[in-house]
């Protein structure tokens, strides 16, 4: 089955710096998907990305899909108190797999804000 | 709208006791998937179903069964419950867009 690589594992920040987490594939991907779980809660779409160089921004975040569809990234600028979540990568989980079924999900970047 | 309903929302065990943890989504969805989330693991699938009728293993599912009820239902078994299931529990329902996730069981077994 499909795997994909997250990092970093956690980052800690203050509030107003920025903020990335990685998410890296072997093998080329047909979409990657966003999640944010905030602490106690439950993972929640944030976004997809299907095609090659695909750059999407949500107010201060920023999600990047490689030009190879082998890794994906998401930036939040100026970070605030209210980002303090996990964020997850998901791809299918099946190679050439839609982007409703299975997936697999990184292992998550732990975000902690300091105000 | 409710979306994707879990119960119970907490749990505690001794080993060795079995439960069903359940879930319902009103989203009329073909696919219903559960997950196990622990510390630094992410969320790892149990069990699948793609539509009503069919059930899949996922990536851990020994100690487990499945039951998909109904479109609306998709059911998780644990027989004899050992510490090593010990996590939180999150239900998911998919149909031509992403997985839209339940509250989670939060699952103790002593």
């Known amino acids: 089955g499909q795997q994909v690589m997250q990092i970093p594992q956690y980052q800690h920040v203050q509030e107003g710096e920025d903020f990335t987490t990685y998410c890296n594939s072997s093998?080329?991907?047909?979409?990657i998907q966003w999640y944010k779980q905030r602490p106690g809660g439950h993972p929640v779409f944030l976004i997809q990305?299907?095609?090659?160089?695909e750059v999407k921004k949500q107010k201060r975040l920023t999600f990047q899909f490689g030009e190879a569809k082998k890794n994906s990234s998401l930036h939040i600028t100026a970070t605030q108190t209210t980002d303090v979540g996990t964020y997850f990568c998901?791809?299918?989980?099946?190679?050439?797999?839609?982007?409703?079924?299975?997936?697999?999900f990184g292992q998550g970047t732990i975000l902690t804000v300091h105000p | 709208n409710a979306g994707v309903t879990q119960t119970p929302k907490f749990q505690v065990l001794k080993t060795g006791q079995s439960m069903t943890l359940q879930c319902a989504q009103d989203?009329?969805?073909?696919?219903m998937y559960w997950y196990r989330q622990d510390p630094g693991m992410g969320l790892r699938l149990i069990y699948y179903?793609?539509?009503?009728?069919?059930?899949d293993k996922g990536e851990v599912p020994n100690g487990y069964n499945v039951s998909r009820l109904n479109k609306r239902e998709f059911s998780l078994r644990l027989e004899s419950a050992a510490p090593s299931q010990t996590s939180v529990y999150f239900c998911?329902?998919?149909?031509?867009?992403?997985?839209?996730f339940g509250d989670g069981t939060r699952l103790s077994i002593l």
């Open positions: 998911a329902s998919s149909g031509y867009q992403p997985q839209h």
């Open positions: 093998t080329t991907l047909s979409n």
């Open positions: 990305l299907v095609k090659s160089g």
């Open positions: 998901a791809v299918p989980s099946n190679a050439g797999g839609t982007s409703y079924g299975k997936l697999t």
């Open positions: 989203m009329n969805h073909n696919s």
């Open positions: 179903s793609a539509s009503e009728g069919t059930t």
